[in-house]
């Protein structure tokens, strides 16, 4: 996924207006599962808000994007600042976790070039299944349940295996874990 994207926004970026359509209709289906996975089902009709929100703000700060960096931390990035926004705004008093999944991915502390490896090269260091099922449940959208069903795995083994899988590439590329 991060490639494809990555490709799309770097043809926009050249003038490609075909691909900036098409990124932005990926970057839609990629954001509404994760600000419906964020919100209380209360608050779930405001998630089309906030993708438009956040796809104003990639379109507004699209040139700020820095080439060589992986897109979907970019991305990430906003979508997670406009939901916090979101919450100001309407005075929710929720928790947002400061350093989601994906920041595993995006990590540069140390000038590493593994840091700069995108999403699929680093999920290619795990085992199949619990890359598939990171992949569908952290950048596809599925639910924990979705995953299941698509695997025939229980959902509590689908968690198990997602936990080992993060924590593994935690430990792997200096993310932090904290159990």
């Known amino acids: 996924m991060e490639a494809r994207l990555r490709?799309?926004?770097l043809?926009?970026?050249?003038?490609?207006?075909?691909?900036?359509?098409?990124?932005?209709?990926?970057?839609r289906r990629y954001l509404r599962p994760y600000f419906l996975r964020r919100l209380t089902p209360g608050l779930a009709?405001?998630?089309?808000?906030?993708?438009?929100?956040?796809?104003?703000?990639?379109?507004t700060r699209r040139l700020t994007y820095d080439r060589t960096q992986p897109l979907t931390a970019w991305v990430h990035a906003i979508a997670r600042y406009k939901l916090i926004d979101h919450f100001?705004?309407?005075?929710v008093r929720a928790t947002v976790p400061l350093e989601d999944d994906a920041a595993l991915f995006a990590r540069d502390e140390a000038g590493?070039?593994?840091?700069?490896?995108?999403?699929e090269a680093v999920l290619a260091t795990l085992p199949a299944r619990p890359a598939e099922l990171i992949r569908q449940t952290?950048?596809?959208?599925?639910?924990?349940?979705?995953?299941a069903a698509r695997t025939g795995m229980s959902e509590s083994a689908v968690k198990v295996s997602i936990h080992r899988g993060l924590r593994s590439?935690?430990?792997r590329f200096g993310g932090r874990s904290d159990e």
Request: charged letters at 30%; hydrophobic letters at 45%; glycine letters at 6%.
């Open 11 to 27: 043809k926009a970026l050249d003038g490609d207006g075909g691909a900036y359509r098409t990124l932005l209709e990926e970057l």
């Open 7 to 9: 490709a799309l926004m």
């Open 138 to 147: 952290r950048l596809e959208g599925a639910s924990i349940a979705e995953a």
């Open 169 to 171: 590439l935690a430990d």
């Open 112 to 119: 590493d070039a593994s840091a700069r490896m995108d999403v």
């Open 88 to 91: 100001r705004r309407s005075k």
């Open 45 to 59: 009709a405001n998630s089309d808000d906030l993708v438009q929100d956040t796809l104003m703000a990639i379109h």
